[in-house]
């Protein structure tokens, strides 16, 4: 079970939902069984937008974009005059952490905003499925708002739009298309299959859906700048001028491993620190958008000992603003 399994937030609406077993997979089953319902009674869908327009339909949902600044002024002169005056307010809700907004309107229907402004613009395929996620568990939202959280239900609903958006009698068969039995995945394939399955998706979101359906090991990481839990508690008593302060390391900040890399415990430890002769080093100190190399994960040691599986492994990695994603495949996983 999971830590989100976890959460007093999702246990309840899993329970108002009356459902049994692990909270989180069955919330998304809930989910995907409406959905599977709504396409079997539409006919079926050939492309994502063909499913978002039936979903979106059954939830009595209709979106909106702001691309610039006079979008807002768009939907004001839209909505107001049919009495609906929060959207004379609307800029206040899009702050600079905040992806997209929901309102309820006097006659039901849901408008969700998607601020695609700026770099949210990548994010624009996974905010519209964020907000589809947040209707399919509850059916009359009033008013909400998309903000970048680690807030449980917020996690939730990312997880569950990472399932429903990236639709598997769509997707697999397209990304069965791109890699071959036992292959590795890399991430020309996952762009080619983004480009083909939907271009406004971004590249991670594509990438974890790739790593779910892949059928050989792959451990997907993130890592950036931090200090250890230690030296952050250690820094809350220090005083302002004090020069002895640590210095931050490159450490993984998230590690996911898919179902046949679980299987073989191929994994990193949240917070270890990245060694310097690693790739994913490499990839970040130079700012790269593609490396890749060999190496053994048994390089990867842990500050009291001991390290990480005696694993050869492919790894590539990308460099992004602050932060270097990677994957890491056995050699013999190709």
Not at 1 to 20: H, I, N, P, R, Y
Not at 24 to 53: H, K, M, P, R, Y
Not at 175 to 188: A, K, P, V, W, Y
Not at 195 to 201: K, L, V
Request: charged letters at 30%.
């Amino acid at each position: 079970m999971s830590a989100l399994d976890q959460e007093q937030d999702v246990v309840d609406l899993a329970e108002k939902l009356g459902l049994t077993g692990s909270p989180v997979a069955a919330i998304i089953n809930f989910c995907q069984d409406q959905i599977d319902t709504w396409v079997q009674e539409s006919g079926g869908v050939t492309s994502v937008d063909e499913l978002e327009a039936v979903v979106a339909d059954r939830l009595n949902l209709v979106f909106e974009e702001v691309n610039e600044e006079s979008d807002f002024d768009r939907l004001k002169a839209k909505y107001v005059p049919m009495g609906e005056p929060i959207f004379a307010a609307l800029k206040l809700d899009l702050t600079d952490d905040t992806y997209g907004t929901m309102i309820r309107l006097k006659d039901g229907t849901h408008v969700a905003v998607i601020d695609c402004r700026g770099d949210k613009a990548a994010r624009r395929f996974f905010t519209r499925w964020h907000e589809i996620a947040h209707l399919l568990v509850e059916e009359d939202v009033d008013k909400q708002v998309f903000r970048s959280t680690d807030e449980p239900l917020e996690r939730l609903m990312d997880q569950i739009a990472g399932h429903v958006g990236f639709y598997d009698s769509i997707f697999s068969p397209l990304f069965n298309t791109h890699i071959s039995e036992g292959g590795r995945l890399t991430f020309d394939i996952v762009e080619a299959v983004r480009q083909e399955f939907c271009p406004y998706a971004s590249f991670q979101s594509t990438l974890y859906a790739c790593h779910r359906r892949l059928t050989t090991p792959l451990l997907y990481i993130e890592a950036r700048m931090e200090y250890t839990a230690n030296e952050r508690r250690g820094l809350k008593q220090m005083r302002m001028f004090d020069n002895d302060k640590p210095e931050k390391k490159l450490r993984v900040r998230l590690a996911v491993p898919n179902g046949p890399a679980s299987e073989m415990e191929l994994t990193a430890r949240n917070n270890m620190r990245v060694p310097e002769s690693s790739v994913v080093y490499r990839a970040f100190a130079e700012e790269l958008t593609d490396a890749s190399g060999e190496e053994n994960l048994n390089s990867w040691t842990f500050s009291k000992g001991g390290s990480l599986i005696d694993c050869e492994v492919f790894i590539q990695a990308r460099r992004i603003d602050q932060a270097v994603m990677a994957t890491m495949q056995p050699n013999n996983g190709r």
